[in-house]
Every structure is written in structure tokens, then in C-alpha cells.
């Protein structure tokens, strides 16, 4: 089996990620299925201690900032994130290095066997592609012999694949509405969702929460006899000096002070950072030998594209996956604090499941001219509606059907002392990335809308 054939079967199964508004097999929403695929495969999420990470935005940072840290400390770190933004193999990785199309191919071949006995084609005992690639990642950390294993929940937390991994440090980022239509309308159960992957015993980092969320946190900690640790309570920090390559800060808890510089910009960055400060002293509790030092050194070398990210100057060109209102609200403010620039061009698209009207909101307070346009992503929002969503606040809107032109059309309109922002969704910043910095991503055309005919959509 090559690498293609091994793509094409893991995303012949089903895949909630991207199947809205195609037939699919009704989702069951619980771990039995994962649960019986790890133990027919001899449990190798068990290989080595776990660092498990969910929450709503910062999750993917946080578990960037971990795995570098480890890995400048001398550490085997795998790290399964999701979703990718240019090429499959990048969810699954240990340290910097992606899991190969040799290993990626020869893992599916492997498991691929243990998972048509698990069910028939479309029948819901069959694990999904997330399902698949959870158990990928598993065998790949095993196989390599990792000293830890980083994973990113996908969604929610409690009935996530990853889920059936013990989480020795479990970490929940900032939380917000998303996702509602799986993980609840309210603050309340969407915390209670994430709490999900504590552990009796375990070790839990959390960010700021709102006050309705930190108690369900606080509770479910308590109820488990999990220590609970708080940023902003357990850790401070302090912005130091920004440039647009990054910007330095200090981090103190009650064991040390911690001064380093990151090649990540954003406020919400700093709290991630504190967060991830925090799950760094919690493994070194168990006996990871990382400090100051490491920490200095790890966090230099992070590497998380598409978060605040400048991929172009003259005009400055920033993209962001933001995709929800609280998010896209703190985009904004970062955008004020850490760039100058006479005006702003935005480059937009959005999920269809998604709070258009709460982004259109945040991201028209730019004012400036707005660009609506599509990713190749089928979940997605019709570009006459975003621009209907902007035309109602006021704003000038552009249409335009792809991504690649877009931020032509957008840097045309730029002057050098303008901003270019691409954002609404990891898919549209990635597509933005390809085409500013010539990266060959991934196609999946049997899962790409139609284009002919047809309405621009983005995601």
C-alpha cells in the first residue's frame, strides 16, 4: 500500500469533519467504538504518560508550546493535533518530524484489518476517519517509542476519541460557544463537555474561564481528586517587546520565573503560553527534567502557522484561523495592538455552522473594505450570504469565488501602509498560506462542492 491509496482509505470512511450537507451514516456519539478498536490493537495509548489537551480556542498552541519545550528538553514528544492545514501527516508528528508516507501508509495497512472486523461499510460499529487517525497516532507514538504523548482533543472532550487515553495532565484552554449544535448551547455543559477528559488522580491546568465555567471545572476536579491549577492565578505573565517575527514576556508561578521570547504573536498568546508553563512544572512534578532553560529554548522554536501569522509585507499580510465571534472579537483586538497600518482589507469565509453575524460584527469594527470568499472545504457558507451579513453593518463587500483570488483582489485594493487579514477559519488561512508562499496542499476533490454553476462557499 502507498501513501495514496492509504489517504484515500482513511477518508473513505466517514468523516464528520467534513461531511455536512452530504449523505452520511448517522454519527454514534460515544467512546464504545474507539474503546474496542484500542483494545484489539493492544492498547498502545497506554505507551507513555499523556499531556490532554481540549478546550475552545488555544488548544492547538498550547500543545505546540508543550511538545517543543519537551523536545528542546531531550524528550520523545508526539503530538496528534487536528485538523491539518495543508497535508494530512501533519495531526500526527513526533517532535518536529511528520509521520513519514512510508509510516503513514504502513500504519493504515496495519490497522486497516482490526477495523473491517470492527463493522461493514457504513454501519455505525465502523471507527471513523478521526477514529482511524486517533489509532494511527497511538501506534505511531508506540512504535517510536515516545517518553510522551501530546494530544489535541478534536471535539469536546468527555465522548472524543481521544478520550480513551488517561490523560496524566489534562489542560483545558479558553472556552466559548462552538459547536453547538454537538456540545450544548451553554457555557455550562460545553465546560462540562471539555472537563470530560479529567482523570481521577490526574494533574489539571486551566485558563481564565468565565465564572459558570470555573465552577464546573472546579467541581468535576474536586469530585475526581484532581489538583487543579488556574492561569492567572497559578501563573501570571507580562508582555514584553513585539515584533512582527514574535515577542518576549515573562511567565512566574510559585516554583520560578520564566523569561523567553516565542515567534507567536497575539495577547491570547501569552495566556497560552502561562498554560503551557503551567503543564511543563506538572510534568516536571513527575519527573521531566525541564526549567527556565528549557523553557527558553523550546518556546523559541514553536511552530503553530496560521495564528496571527505575517506571511506578507507591503502590504502587511496577516493570517488567522479564527472562527467563531469570541475568537474572531480577540483577533481584532490583537490586530490593533500589535500592527500598524492605515487601513484595513479583510479577506473573508466562513463554516456554515458558524456564528456569521457575531464574526461580521467583531471583524466590521475594522471597518475598512471586506473580500468574502470560499475555501474548498464543503462545509460551508454561501458567499452571498456572508456579503448580505457585511452589507447590513455597513461594510463594502467584495465577492470573489476562491481564496487565491481573494488575496489578489485584496492586496490590489492594499496600499503598502495597509493589512491584508485573511481569517474565518483554519481552511482559509491555509489556503491563503498556499497561495502567498506556493505550498502544494492536499486536494480531496471527491469531498470539494462543485464550482461550476454554482454559488462560492467558504469555510
Known amino acids: 500500500m502507498d501513501y495514496s491509496e492509504a489517504l484515500h482509505r482513511v477518508l473513505s470512511l466517514a468523516d464528520y469533519e467534513r461531511m455536512a450537507g452530504r449523505a452520511a451514516p448517522a454519527q454514534k456519539v460515544d467512546l464504545s467504538r474507539m474503546e474496542e478498536l484500542v483494545r484489539r490493537m493492544g ?56 509521520v513519514s508516507e512510508r509510516e503513514f501508509a504502513e500504519l493504515v495497512e496495519s490497522l486497516w484489518p482490526v477495523l473491517e472486523a470492527l463493522g461493514p461499510v457504513g454501519s455505525t ?4 476517519t478521526f477514529e482511524l487517525l486517533t489509532a494511527m497516532a497511538f501506534t505511531h507514538f508506540q512504535r517510536r517509542a515516545v517518553d510522551v504523548q501530546v494530544l489535541e482533543v478534536g471535539l469536546g472532550g468527555r465522548l472524543d476519541s481521544t478520550n480513551v487515553a488517561r490523560g496524566d495532565v489534562c489542560v483545558i484552554t479558553s472556552l466559548s460557544l462552538d459547536h ?78 520564566y523569561d523567553f521570547w516565542m515567534p507567536l504573536l497575539g495577547g491570547h498568546q501569552l ?113 452571498e450570504r456572508l456579503a448580505a451579513a457585511f452589507q447590513r453593518l455597513g461594510v463594502a463587500v467584495q465577492e470573489v469565488e476562491e481564496v487565491m483570488q481573494a488575496v489578489q483582489v485584496a492586496r490590489a485594493l492594499a496600499s503598502p501602509d495597509d493589512l491584508v487579514l485573511a481569517t474565518g477559519s483554519l481552511f482559509v488561512a491555509a489556503e491563503a498560506i498556499q497561495s502567498l508562499r506556493g505550498i502544494a496542499g492536499e486536494r480531496y476533490p471527491e469531498m470539494e462542492p462543485p464550482r461550476a454553476g454554482t454559488p462560492a462557499h467558504g469555510v
Open 125 to 128: 460499529s465502523r471507527p471513523t
Open 180 to 257: 453547538t449544535e454537538v456540545l450544548g448551547d451553554s457555557l455550562e455543559e460545553i465546560a462540562a463537555e471539555k472537563a470530560g477528559i479529567v482523570k481521577a488522580g490526574s494533574v489539571v491546568v486551566s485558563a481564565p474561564q468565565d465564572e459558570v465555567a470555573a465552577a464546573v471545572i472546579q467541581e468535576t476536579c474536586h469530585r475526581l481528586g484532581a489538583t487543579l491549577h488556574v492561569a492567572g492565578r497559578d501563573a501570571t505573565w507580562q508582555r514584553g517587546l513585539s515584533s512582527l517575527e514574535g515577542q518576549t514576556l515573562r511567565v512566574r508561578t510559585s516554583r520560578a520565573a
Open 271 to 383: 495566556e497560552n503560553a502561562a498554560i503551557a508553563v503551567l503543564a511543563l512544572e506538572a510534568l516536571e512534578q513527575r519527573g521531566f527534567a525541564i526549567g527556565p532553560k528549557e523553557v527558553a529554548q523550546g518556546m523559541a522554536l514553536v511552530e503553530w502557522p496560521a495564528r496571527l501569522e505575517v506571511v506578507g509585507r507591503r502590504p502587511l499580510v496577516v493570517v488567522d484561523g479564527a472562527h467563531n465571534a469570541y475568537s474572531m472579537g480577540r483577533l481584532v483586538q490583537s490586530v490593533r495592538e500589535y500592527f500598524t497600518y492605515r487601513r484595513v482589507i479583510t479577506v473573508f469565509g466562513c463554516s456554515a455552522n458558524k456564528d456569521l453575524e457575531g464574526m461580521a460584527t467583531e471583524l466590521a469594527s475594522l471597518g475598512g473594505r471586506m473580500v468574502v470568499t470560499g475555501s474548498r472545504h464543503p462545509r460551508a457558507t454561501p458567499t
Open 43 to 98: 492498547h498502545p495509548e497506554r505507551c507513555a504518560p499523556v499531556v490532554h489537551i481540549a478546550g475552545t480556542k488555544g488548544k492547538g498552541s498550547v500543545a505546540a508550546m508543550v511538545t517543543s519545550v519537551l523536545t528542546a528538553a531531550g524528550y520523545r514528544a508526539g503530538l496528534f493535533t487536528s485538523p491539518h492545514l495543508h497535508i494530512m501527516r501533519e495531526r500526527v508528528r513526533i517532535g518536529r518530524e511528520l
